[in-house]
């Protein structure tokens, strides 16, 4: 399975962006997919998840109410709408992919994700 991300950049506070991951290769409608991001010297950490019916969605208590994670199984493409954003939420954003699940499972672990993208940089200024 291969996970591309896209989307991030350079953004002043208060502003937004919609990264976007497409996935080729696998069984998409499937998976439970999240986000997680990584800034300079800490740790990996979960932004959102959905789950593959879409019906659970799950945040970071950091991000809720101001991102949004969908997803799209015929187009293979999960997003995450990233709003208000905040000079804290600079980091390298992540999607991946977890195989298994019901239709209203999510993980935040990040140890229950069998499929990482590269990562996609997104820098807010203040």
């Known amino acids: 399975v291969l996970l591309v991300e896209s989307g991030g950049g350079l953004v002043q506070a208060g502003g937004s962006l919609r990264l976007s991951c497409a996935a080729s290769?696998?069984?998409?409608?499937?998976?439970?997919m999240g986000w997680f991001r990584q800034a300079p010297g800490k740790e990996r950490e979960f932004v959102a998840a959905?789950?593959?019916?879409?019906?659970?969605?799950s945040y970071a208590d950091s991000v809720k109410g101001r991102f949004t994670i969908s997803r799209d199984n015929a187009k293979n493409t999960v997003y995450l709408q990233m709003n208000s954003l905040k000079p804290e939420d600079t980091a390298v954003y992540y999607c991946?992919?977890?195989?298994?699940?019901?239709?209203?499972?999510?993980?935040?672990?990040?140890?229950?994700?069998?499929?990482w993208g590269q990562g996609t940089q997104v820098t807010v200024s203040s």
């Open positions: 991946a992919a977890a195989v298994g699940g019901s239709y209203d499972y999510t993980t935040r672990r990040l140890g229950e994700y069998d499929y």
């Open positions: 959905i789950s593959w019916s879409s019906y659970r969605t």
């Open positions: 290769g696998g069984a998409f409608s499937s998976y439970v």
